[in-house]
């Protein structure tokens, strides 16, 4: 079987603040976002909702694709996120 490697969006409570990230198991990254076990910018900001995921088979293509929407505008991602999450719901709990 094939591994999986997912691209996903997070945000703060107010939907202020993106953030773009790229792990092959998304439950565990999303929980220590969540819990703050991990220094850096999403602990600094308190972003900790997924809103927008997508999946891939394959390292370097997730990796590809995380710079990709990174490089993209804050509305290009408001965009990604608006066709599949509208109500910008926490997706954490749907895993």
């Known amino acids: 079987m094939d591994d999986l490697y997912f691209v996903y969006i997070l945000t703060n409570a107010w ?3 993106l953030y773009v990230g790229v792990t092959s198991d998304l ?3 999303i929980y220590q976002h969540r819990e703050k076990l991990l220094p850096g910018f999403t ?15 394959d390292a370097a293509g997730a990796i590809t694709r995380e710079k990709q929407i990174k490089a993209g505008s804050r509305q ?4 990604l996120i608006n066709r599949s999450n509208p109500e910008w719901r926490d997706l954490y709990e749907d895993l």
């Open 43 to 57: 602990n600094r900001y308190n972003v900790w909702k997924l809103v927008y995921y997508e999946t891939g088979n």
């Open 76 to 79: 290009k991602k408001i965009e």
């Open 27 to 29: 439950r565990a990254r």
């Open 15 to 17: 939907n202020t603040v």
